[in-house]
């Protein structure tokens, strides 16, 4: 073999890594389909431990350059629980309808938070914000599913529009490429891929809205538009990884990294949904029939 020619094991882990994605990108939606439909308080649990997991790569993602190289990582696992636990009472108080508690818990995680990290010089705001820019979510997401009527579907739907987003971004970034969105951020989000994968939200989301019987047109435009949340999701994250220098937030699921890479374009969607729904008084069904 010629010194010259490519090496054929990079193609080769490219595509194993493009199949594990494909493969626990299915398995983790069915997961989640199933947990939407089957039981409301099961699927809150869940939702904490995501939440718990993702807390944890948080903390771990955004420690100073001195708290790097210590090896002491039992402050990490304190914040953690910190967060943790504050999220899940947070719901726990959000299930029983208990709402201006499960905003004032989050509040005094995010300020223990604070207080822990300053202790040690520790980006403190950088941890607060952990408790917030995953609390939120976590609530957004279990309110959703618990006080609108036809809550299981209005998630589903959210999911939807999130995971087109994803895929067609990737498909149509990596089919088209042209010019990056966003360098700094994120070298390998183009402009043909975001566009991609907001028409490919439009068309998923107006098939499920059709499939229920209700306005197509509305579905379309509204998934189309919506999808720009997710895009801003994911530029967040890698805005964050990019300011710790960090390529993934963990490696717990194999083809996607941690979980919050999995999940950062979620985060975002699933609270601007809940300020649709519960301050403008949207229903994102368009005409859906119970």
Not at 22 to 27: A, D, E, K, N, Q
Not at 50 to 74: I, N, P, T
Not at 169 to 197: C, D, E, M, N, Q
Request: proline share 5%; hydrophobic share 55%.
């Amino acid at each position: 073999m010629s010194m010259s020619q490519p090496h054929p094991l990079p193609a080769l882990r490219t595509g194993s890594e493009a199949f594990l994605r494909v493969l626990f990108g299915l398995f983790l939606a069915v997961i989640a389909i199933a947990l939407v439909f089957y039981s409301p308080n099961w699927y809150a649990a869940v939702t904490v431990l995501v939440a718990l997991f993702g807390a944890r790569e948080w903390h771990r993602m955004v420690r100073s350059s001195a708290q790097r190289e210590v090896a002491d990582l039992k402050p990490i696992h304190i914040q953690t629980a910190v967060t943790a636990g504050t999220i899940a009472c947070a719901v726990a108080a959000l299930v029983l309808r208990q709402v201006p508690l499960a905003f004032l818990l989050l509040a005094v995680g995010a300020v223990a938070a604070f207080f822990l990290s300053r202790q040690r010089d520790d980006n403190p705001l950088w941890h607060a914000g952990g408790v917030i820019y995953i609390g939120l979510p976590s609530l957004a997401l279990v309110a959703l599913r618990v006080y609108p009527p036809q809550g299981a579907l209005v998630v589903l739907g959210l999911f939807l529009i999130v995971w087109a987003t994803d895929t067609g971004a990737l498909v149509f970034g990596k089919l088209i490429g042209g010019k990056k969105i966003a360098p700094r951020l994120s070298p390998g989000k183009t402009w043909a891929g975001t566009i991609g994968g907001s028409v490919t939200a439009a068309l998923i989301f107006a098939a499920f809205i059709w499939f229920l019987g209700g306005s197509v047109w509305q579905a379309g435009l509204f998934g189309f538009l919506f999808s720009v949340t997710a895009h801003a999701g994911d530029l967040f994250e890698s805005f964050v990884k990019r300011r710790f220098g960090i390529k993934d937030s963990g490696a717990m699921i194999p083809g996607h990294g941690g979980v919050l890479d999995r999940m950062d374009s979620t985060l975002a969607a699933s609270v601007a949904m809940a300020l649709l729904v519960f301050l403008v008084g949207l229903n994102p069904l368009f005409g859906v029939v119970a």
